[in-house]
């Protein structure tokens, strides 16, 4: 078992930058693929950025330039720097970890609202 816990969302003006953060304890390893998703109200979950055990990074069009994702696998921590946010990245962002083709642990969500 995984467990993942979010924390670092909040209400930031537009143009204006957060930090979120994942701590995962239990069976997780560095072979693990982490990622960050995010879901807005009455639309379905998608995926921001994600990164491999290997480190190889995949980011979703609508955030590149502008977020980065980055782990310690030392620490079992994974983080997202979002900068120049927009209206449109409100959402509740999700942290997600996988193994290989196994089904994915959740995290509880962590809500960001970009609103002046």
């Known amino acids: 078992q995984v467990q993942l816990v979010e924390s670092g969302g909040n209400l930031v003006q537009p143009g204006g930058s957060l930090r979120l953060t994942c701590a995962a304890s239990?069976?997780?390893?560095?072979?693990?693929?982490m990622g960050w998703y995010r879901q807005a109200p009455g639309k379905a979950r998608e995926l921001v950025a994600s990164v491999t055990g290997g480190g190889y990074t995949n980011y979703a069009e609508s955030v590149k330039g502008r977020f980065t994702i980055s782990r310690d696998n030392g620490k079992n921590m994974l983080y997202l720097q979002m900068n120049s946010l927009k209206p449109e990245d409100t959402s509740v962002y999700y942290c997600?970890?996988?193994?290989?083709?196994?089904?994915?642990?959740w995290g509880q969500g962590t809500q960001v609202t970009v609103s002046s």
């Open positions: 239990g069976s997780i390893t560095s072979s693990y693929t």
């Open positions: 997600m970890a996988r193994l290989g083709s196994r089904q994915p642990y």
